[in-house]
Structure formats: structure tokens, C-alpha cells
């Protein structure tokens, strides 16, 4: 999945369980739930396989996806201001929901081809329900959705 719905059900979870003990915990979590969603993401994996790399086409992607996060994140960060200890849980629990992805960068960005982070790219993979583009982005918009309302209904 990519980065985007994860910070937006990460960022809801902060916004309704404010007791950082917990909402950073179940941000984490949510991940792993959230992976089993049919969705679709680059394939960075196989094209780090195939080309030793992720391709021009899905780094662009990441980026976008990543930049995109961030803006969320501190968006909806920015509304429990001017409690900062609640925006800094919304920031943190953001940071985890999309931490089990962060653990890979290095792995297809940095070419740090160490066990561990092959093995968790093995252990995440397992968990992924991909699909086509098209349903597999609708399902990502919907869960971008469903959070926003969460956070603002």
C-alpha cells in the first residue's frame, strides 16, 4: 500500500485514542491490517530483482506518495494545535503506521542488501493482497476517505 493511507489512518487513530501509549502502538499495527487490503503499489521489489533498482517510473511515485504523506501528516497534526502533545502524537503515530516501509528504503534506495531487511521484505510481501492499478488506487482513496472522515465527521 502506499504511504499515504497509511499516514491517514495512522494520523486518525492519534486524532480519537490520544493517549500516545496506545494510539502509537495501534498506528503500528494498522499496517500490517492495512496490507491486506487489495491494493496496488510499485513493484519495487521485483524491479530491484530484475534491474538492481526501483525504475525512474516508481521511485517518481514513492516520491510523490511520500510528499504527499508528509503533507498529511503535519496537515492533520496541524488542527490539534495548540495542544503540541497531541499534534506530536498525530506526528509520531503518523511516523509508525508507516515505519514497517521506512525499515525497506535503504534496501531498494541505498543498495544495503543486509538478511534482516530481506527478510522483512519477505515478511511484509507475505502479508500484501496486490491487484491492478485501478481498483487497487480506489481502494487506497476510499481508506484515505473513510480516515478523513473519522478525523473531521
Not at 8 to 13: D, M, P, R, Y
Not at 109 to 119: A, E
Request: one cysteine or more; charged letters at 15%; a positive charge.
Amino acid at each position: 500500500m502506499l504511504e499515504t493511507p497509511h499516514v491517514a489512518v495512522g494520523a486518525a487513530i492519534a486524532t480519537k485514542v490520544v493517549n500516545p501509549i496506545l494510539a502509537i502502538p495501534l498506528a503500528f499495527g494498522s499496517h500490517f491490517l492495512l496490507e491486506k487490503i487489495p491494493h496496488w503499489n510499485p513493484h519495487l521489489n521485483t524491479e530491484t530483482e530484475k534491474y538492481g533498482k526501483p525504475t525512474q517510473k516508481s521511485t517518481a511515485v514513492v516520491i510523490i506518495d511520500v510528499c504527499a504523506s508528509l503533507a498529511l501528516g503535519f496537515f492533520i497534526a496541524s488542527k490539534a494545535l495548540p495542544n503540541t502533545s497531541h499534534a506530536a502524537t498525530i506526528l509520531v503515530a503518523s511516523f509508525a503506521s508507516v515505519l514497517p516501509d521506512i525499515i525497506e528504503g535503504p534496501y531498494f534506495f541505498l543498495g544495503i542488501r543486509n538478511k534482516f531487511i530481506k527478510k522483512w521484505i519477505i515478511f511484509q510481501k507475505s502479508l500484501q493482497e496486490d491487484t491492478n492499478i485501478i481498483p487497487g488506487l480506489l481502494t487506497q482513496a476510499l481508506t484515505i476517505f473513510a480516515a478523513l472522515w473519522w478525523i473531521f465527521a
